[in-house]
Structures are given as C-alpha cells and as structure tokens.
C-alpha cells in the first residue's frame, strides 16, 4: 500500500473536522497526485461520475495495539462500542473511507491532474490510497439501519457570531464554509464547557471560540 | 495492513462472481476472524446496522505494474477508461470496497465470532482489512451520477434450465442462489459464444453451462 495522492484540505489539526464526510458540503479539498501517478488518462471518465470513494490512511491515529472497543464522540464519550460498529480511526488497520461530491477536475494543472472535491472530512495532508467512482446501484441504500448512529444525528446548529476581525480574514465563501463548520459544534460532546475558550485552526489561520447558550462567538 | 477476517463463499474461482456487490442478494457469504481478532466486543452495537462496508484485498490481481487505463467488461472489453473511474481490481492498490447486507451475528461460535453476510462479491478466501458499518447519512447518495456504469445495468436476465443432475447436487435455497448467479450472465461480455460450453465452480462443485437466444442449460 503506497499514497498515491495527498489530499489539502483546510484543517491543519483534527480539531474542527466535520465528524463524517458530506456534512458541510461548502468545505472544498483538493487532491494532488503523487508524481509517479500523475497522468490524466487515470481519469478517463470519471467526469461522468457526480461522487467518489476516497480510501485513505489515518495517518494521525496510527497505534502499535488495538483496541477491541472504542467510545464514540457522539455517544458522549463514555459508551464503548465494538471498533467494527464504528467508523472510529483507531480500528485495526488505520484506513478511512469517505463519500466526497467532485467539484470539478483539472487534467493539467501544474501540479498534474487535479481533483476538487466538496464535503471531505479528512486533515490537510492526508494520504489517499485510492479513489473509486460512487456507484448510487450497488452502493445506496437509502433504507439501511444506522444503529445508534442514528439516534444523535439531529442535534440544532449553533448559532455563530464572528468579529470584525474574523470577518477580515478570510473571502466571504470561506467565512461561509467556516460558519457552517462551526455551526455543528466541533467540541467532543464531553468537553463542551461553557466556560471555556477553545482554540482551531482553519485554512492555515488560528481562531478562537467560546460558546453560551447555543450561540457561538468567534475572534483572531 | 494485516488481513482482519477471511470471507467465505461460494466462489473458489473469480468466474461467476457478481460484477458488484449486492446484485444477487441472495449469495451468503461468512466473515470468519483471524485468532487475534476473535473478540465478541469487537463487534457491539454492529447488531443495530442493517449494512456493513467490507475493504478488502484483491488478492488475485496483485501486479507489479500499474496501468492508467482498463477495459471495463461491461463495456464490451474494447473501450479504456481511467482505472480511477472505475471499480477494476487492478488498481495501484489493489484494495476492494464492497456494500454487504448483515444476515446473522453469531458472537461466539466455535471460530470466535462471525458475520454472516448477503450479496458479497468476494471470492473465497478473500482476506478482509476492515469492516464499517454503513450510514446511509453520509453513505446513500441515490441522486449520484454513475457516468458510463449507469448505461449497461439493465440488460435483461438469462432464463435458467438445471438438468436433473444438477438439481440434486444443491439444497433448494442454494440452486435458487445459483440460479440469480447464472441469470446475470457470467461471461465477460466480449466473450459470448452462444457455441461453447462454458465451465465454472459454484459452492465447491463443477458445472457447465451453454447460452442460446437467452436461454441457459445448466449440467455437471
């Protein structure tokens, strides 16, 4: 198993990535092949596709044990589940798998053929190990039962304000794209204090937040 | 990467294997676990999910070469296109990805605990890396475009005569499996001889098969 792509995304840390692929669809991410892999013709067709599968490494969650159960975030941290009932990174063998919407597709950039891609939840960086065009025949199910994923899927957005300075920082998409980020609350569900300051990064600028009764306020 | 699990089916060749998962849901195929991974906890909560990702090893079409085009059989054998639009096994990694549905848990029988899955495309034996659970929120995307794949999903099925013989070498529920296999037509489709007497392995047995004007006579 060798990358053959690197995907640049704008999260630097893991702190603030959505927790599943396709739920902030503004977030764009752009995936670079590595040189030995950069030839148009291995994108032949895909244009006709409207979604991909990306198959990458959790490069960030590399451990030299297992652990038979892990505990989900959304569960609040103290439930422990089976690692293979969830999409954790910290599972056997460190690979992700996300359902990301192509953008757009440039054959001959400088950097070779270039994929942008809409809705990744993966760190800026991260090694792909292959890209498969979504099939919507074999691979939706829109009836499947998601367990006790399901149960935590609806939680209301935040509110979120941001300052002046903020505001300044970044191009109106990108405060867009960061406001719908943040709006699902990136503090794991068991360290959601109030009280507190929390700092991210986003598309290579450093930010903090607090939050108070469901409205968020952001500054430099 | 270290294989996790080996699934088990009724396929010990690659010929007669659905082209995609899920298109004979009736194939059951079984998730038996490696010793180190044989831990009922591994797998708590999987039980309230209806499907299961598999990402899995091609393990017959490893190659020292990678080619930026394939010729997919569905589209005749004669037309390329970019492997990284389709789902062809020779890939730069040679990494499957299939949708299954769960049929039964069973936690601990005399293996550790197994999966028994429907509508696995896998070959027997094939090594399993990781297992997820699907969820539809992020997973199902019916609306998606499927490009070239969309344009050869409904050809219709073959009509499926057994000689006498070949009715008593399966219990009933596995000659119908067999029977939704052969009716998808096994022959790559560059390769549809309605002269020849085709031969293929099913659940450990040895059949033959002709075609003619949509018709298919089944004998050992």
Not at 34 to 62: C, K, Q, T, Y
Not at 63 to 68: I, K
Not at 204 to 215: I, Q, Y
């Amino acid at each position: 198993m060798i990358p053959i792509a690197h995907i640049h995304t704008d999260f630097d840390s893991k702190f603030g990535i959505p927790r599943q692929s396709g739920l902030v669809p503004a977030l764009e991410g752009c995936i670079i092949f590595e040189p030995e892999f950069r030839v148009a013709d291995a994108l032949r067709g895909l244009d006709g596709f409207s979604h991909l599968w990306l198959i990458w490494d959790f490069s960030e969650a590399h451990r030299a044990e297992w652990s038979p159960t892990v505990r989900p975030p959304r569960l609040g941290g103290n439930t422990r589940m089976g690692v293979f009932a969830t999409r954790s990174p910290f599972r056997p063998n460190p690979i992700g798998l996300s359902c990301v919407e192509i953008s757009r597709i440039e054959l001959f950039s400088a950097n070779g053929p270039v994929i942008y891609v809409r809705g990744a939840d993966l760190m800026n960086g991260t090694p792909i190990y292959d890209i498969k065009p979504y099939l919507p025949l074999t691979d939706s199910h829109p009836e499947a039962r998601s367990g006790f994923a399901r149960q935590t899927a609806s939680r209301p957005d935040l509110v979120v304000h941001f300052s002046a300075d903020v505001e300044r920082l970044f191009p109106p998409e990108k405060l867009e794209t960061l406001r719908q980020v943040l709006a699902q609350d990136p503090r794991p569900q068991y360290q959601r204090d109030d009280t507190r300051i929390y700092g991210m990064n986003f598309s290579g600028k450093e930010l903090h937040f607090s939050v108070c009764d469901g409205e968020m306020n952001v500054f430099p």
